[in-house]
């Protein structure tokens, strides 16, 4: 809208149609020659506009873009303008975020005689007011393909036309309708998945996430003027009903999401790299110092492990001790006085009043007691911000020695996307890996001319392992699943095969930085020429301490993934030393059996997040 007619709208108060119908009643003139219009079609805003990225166009609806059949931005900012032409009211109602800019750019300076028809259009303004726009992080939920690096979206927030407040999700996403691992790895990079861009109330999303997912949600409140908002709520309105593909790697939630919010700032894009994930588009609005404040709504789950952390053991006794009844509140005792005893008893009345198992007025007798300062409660402060982690690509340089070989081996390799479970892991919901476009080549002097000298021994295309710890409160299962090509004990020695697995078990916290875990595993190899099934059992420590240091024992039996079928044995060491946030040095020692062979290897990889 004209910045007089936007006044006007203000200081009469008129209906947004209403006055708009009195902005609309003079001619159109169009005065912009070809080199104008070719300028613009380069500007970063009509890029961004048409979702365009080094010439390509990611979304191909042609409900959404104009020159679908012999894309161009200058064409599509053409058949833009030759619809403002022949139907300015069709213009306006499909596209009002580039009509908007038109006018800011000049290419439209009147407009003609013609009342827009958009009920659409008005009943959406109405109710998704715009008047803050805050961005929202999902913590990752790994059982899901597509959350497993987290959520990011966005979340509009004001006043309604009835005066009450409104928050709404704007968000894009997909649905996995196959569990088939082929199937989703051939959709999620090449086929493309079905996109979903919604408009929904925010509450019922932030209860999904926070209450059923246990997920903690991240807020970050954006710097954007009326101007800015007023051109992010046109653009979600055309983007909303389109068809768009969803690609893991190309175009996903976090790329969609970097790009709208690029309309307040087009510097943003200097941020988009190949693949871009959720924490990205944080770590970008941060850099570019888009975010004035942040917000969090912490899951109960991680609010409690986190309590047991923060508060003495010898008082977290004492409350279970007055929760289960076992003994009478003290009610001379300064827990009384501390807002995180009081949210930790809060927390667990709660799962036990929903699990039927104490009622509302006993768990009601028991919290009259508290007479805390808010002050001490756990804050945001006290959980690590999601940013605040290592990135999530890396390369490493290893090197290992066998005792009995005289040649070791150095071995290279480059994590396209993901983190290690030896890395911090604070920043996310529990200790976990995730594997993606994980390759290693490994360079060993060859014992004959004709062996080659270095050897892809590991491309895995998706792993992922989650060691959330159970508690009764919030029962959880630890899980792990493989899809790659990676080293395997034969009889012959050591071999890279192709491997299909998975396994599920349990993880429980021994202490606060102690977690012992175990799981039950399947699954299959092949070399091509033969395939076998398998099954294993792994179980093992996992111990932080001293903020720098993780140590790491497995063991892992299984029947056997050689062609003769024989089971082997394994035992893994791995202790890692946190040099600063992107370097780690891990040393490793393994041994591995199978019939009366026996295998050491020891070593030392030095690893650079990037």
């Known amino acids: 809208m004209l910045p007089l007619c936007r006044d006007l709208m203000h200081f009469l108060r008129l209906p947004f149609f209403g006055l708009l119908w009195l902005c609309l009643a003079s001619p159109r003139v169009f005065s912009a020659d070809i080199a104008q219009i070719e300028q613009a079609a380069q500007h970063p805003q009509w890029l961004l506009l048409i979702h365009d990225y080094q010439g390509s166009a990611q979304i191909r609806d042609p409900q959404f873009l104009l020159s679908a059949a012999d894309y161009s931005p200058l064409r599509e900012l053409q058949a833009t303008l030759d619809l403002v032409r022949l139907s300015p009211a069709a213009a306006f109602c499909r596209f009002p975020a580039r009509w908007l800019w038109l006018q800011q750019q000049g290419l439209i300076e009147h407009v003609a005689d013609h009342t827009p028809d958009c009920d659409r259009l008005q009943q959406y303004l109405q109710s998704v007011p715009f008047q803050s726009l805050d961005l929202v992080f999902a913590t990752e939920v790994l059982s899901s393909t597509t959350s497993m690096m987290g959520h990011v979206f966005l979340k509009a927030q004001g006043e309604d036309s009835q005066g009450f407040t409104q928050a709404t999700t704007l968000a894009y996403f997909t649905r996995i309708n196959s569990l088939n691992p082929f199937v989703l790895l051939y959709e999620n990079t090449l086929g493309g998945m079905q996109g979903y861009f919604v408009v929904r109330n925010f509450q019922v999303d932030a209860k999904f996430y926070r209450d059923k ?12 003027d009326d101007a800015q908002l007023q051109l992010l709520q046109f653009h979600i309105y055309e983007l909303k009903d389109a068809k768009i593909d969803y690609f893991f790697q190309a175009f996903n ?14 510097e943003l894009m200097q941020e988009r790299d190949w693949i871009v994930t959720p924490i990205d588009v944080v770590n970008a609005a941060k850099l570019h110092q888009l975010v004035q404040a942040d917000d969090v709504q912490v899951a109960d789950a991680l609010a409690l492990a986190q309590l047991r952390r923060v508060l003495p053991s010898t008082d977290v006794a004492r409350l279970d001790g007055w929760i289960n009844a076992e003994q009478p509140v003290d009610l001379q005792s300064g827990l009384l006085l501390d807002a995180k005893a009081e949210q930790y008893s809060r927390i667990r009345t709660n799962v036990l009043v929903s699990s039927q198992q104490m009622t509302r007025s006993e768990q009601a007798d028991l919290l009259q007691h508290w007479a805390s300062d808010p002050q001490s409660r756990l804050t945001s402060q006290q959980l690590r911000d999601p940013t605040a982690g290592a990135q999530d690509s890396l390369w490493s340089v290893a090197y290992s020695q066998q005792p009995w070989m005289t040649q070791p081996a150095t071995t290279l390799r480059w994590l396209a996307n993901g983190h290690l479970l030896m890395g911090n892991n604070e920043a996310y919901q529990a200790e976990s890996e995730l594997l993606m476009g994980n390759i290693a080549l490994r360079y060993q002097q060859p014992q004959a001319a004709s062996e080659p000298r270095w050897q892809l021994s590991e491309f895995t295309l998706y792993s992922v392992r989650s060691l959330a710890t159970t508690s009764t409160e919030f029962p959880k299962y630890a899980g792990e699943f493989y899809l ?37 595993g399947a699954g299959a190899v092949t070399d091509f020429d033969d395939g076998r099934a398998f099954a294993s059992l792994k179980s093992g420590l996992l111990w932080s301490f001293a903020d720098l240091h993780k140590v790491a024992i497995e063991l892992e039996a299984n029947t056997g993934k050689a062609q003769d079928r024989d089971g082997y044995q394994q035992a893994h060491l791995q202790w890692r030393w946190q040099l600063n946030q992107q370097w780690l040095l891990i040393s490793q020692w393994q041994h591995s059996r199978i019939r009366q062979q026996r295998d050491h ?10």
């Open 484 to 520: 790659g090509y990676h080293p395997i004990l034969t009889a012959a020695g050591w071999q890279s095969q192709t491997e299909l697995s998975a396994g599920l078990g349990k993880s429980v916290a021994l202490g606060s930085q102690l977690i012992a875990y175990g799981l039950v």
């Open 253 to 266: 939630c976090a790329t969609l999401t970097l790009e709208i919010i690029a309309l307040l700032q087009p």
């Open 601 to 610: 290897t020891v070593g030392l990889q030095l690893i650079r997040y990037y």
């Open 213 to 224: 997912e246990q997920r903690t949600i991240w807020q970050y409140r954006l710097t954007a």
